[in-house]
């Protein structure tokens, strides 16, 4: 099978997040310090520094911070075919994680910013799931 996209590297501080993911769950990690939720999945609070890292189930819900609509691949480990959406997600908890928007047409006119977005599980392999995302409420 010739995979879409270059496979991530599977690191030890982000292996909750990942085991997550085949489950159908997003997590996300938070310091039991500052209670703040943060991403990407670190050792050390981005906050406050403290070492003390808890995971916790997403909502999976949030808003599109930002995208750009890809007209064509630059790396050659991309084979999705564009136009596609890059899109920068604000969950509702806090954190920000660069993305795909999915079920909907990439067009300027349709996808709008701070629009509310929810997310969609794709299997890659057996060990990795992506978090996608798309318009709340399905595809319009
Ligand atoms: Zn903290």
């Not at 630059?74 to 954190?95: H, N, T």
């Amino acid at each position: 099978m010739e995979l879409e996209r270059p496979l991530p590297t599977i690191t030890p501080e982000a292996k909750p997040y990942w085991d997550g993911l085949r489950q159908g769950k997003l997590m996300l990690p938070r310091c039991r310090a500052c209670r703040r939720a943060f991403f990407y999945p670190r050792v050390l609070c981005p906050f406050c520094q403290a070492q003390d890292v808890e995971w916790f189930q997403a909502s999976g819900r949030g808003k599109l911070h930002t995208f750009e609509i890809a007209y064509q691949t630059i790396s050659r480990a991309f084979k999705i075919k564009p136009p596609y959406v890059l899109a920068m997600i604000e969950l509702e908890e806090g954190p920000r994680m660069m993305s795909n928007l999915v079920g909907i047409e990439p067009d300027p006119k349709r996808i709008t910013c701070d629009m509310p977005v929810e997310v969609v599980f794709e299997k890659l392999t057996d060990e990795v799931t992506l978090p996608l995302f798309r318009p709340a409420g399905g595809a319009r």
